[in-house]
Nanobody, 128 residues
Framework: VHLVESGGGLVQAGGSLTLSCTASEFSSETYAIGWFRQAPGKEREGVSCIGSSDGNIYYADSVKGRFTISRDNSKDTVYLQMNSLEPEDTAVYYC??????????????????????WGRGTQVTVSS
């Protein structure tokens, strides 16, 4: 397993969660990392991504102002701070890595097989 997500759980609407995506068996520093989510019956969407070189960042319109992505290369970990959570944020959240790419490119790769590495996902449930 090359990417492991953690931090999911059950939270009430308006609450916060922080997801972590940790790389193993490779150094993530030269990879763009993206967070994706898929809710039942819906297509997978790119939520937020951070580029490999200059740290450029992409956010989906639905999460702008509420979610913050960051990375700690010393820990090979990318975080997704999620505030003001809404029931519509309920989904399985996945992270994926794409070598030497800008944020917008990796977030467009909604088929995880189009990335280099991906994790198994973590469930986020927001109750109303």
């Amino acid at each position: 397993v090359h990417l492991v997500e953690s931090g999911g759980g059950l939270v009430q609407a308006g609450g916060s969660l922080t997801l972590s995506c940790t790389a193993s068996e490779f150094s993530s520093e030269t990879y763009a990392i993206g967070w994706f989510r898929q809710a039942p019956g819906k297509e997978r969407e790119g939520v937020s991504c951070i580029g490999s070189s200059d740290g450029n960042i992409y956010y989906a319109d639905s999460v702008k102002g509420r979610f913050t992505i960051s990375r700690d290369n010393s820990k090979d970990t990318v975080y997704l701070q999620m505030n003001s959570l809404e029931p519509e944020d309920t989904a399985v959240y996945y992270c994926a890595a794409l070598s030497d790419a800008p944020a917008s490119t990796v977030c467009a790769r909604t088929e995880l097989a189009e990335t280099d590495y991906w994790g198994r996902g973590t469930q986020v449930t927001v109750s109303s």
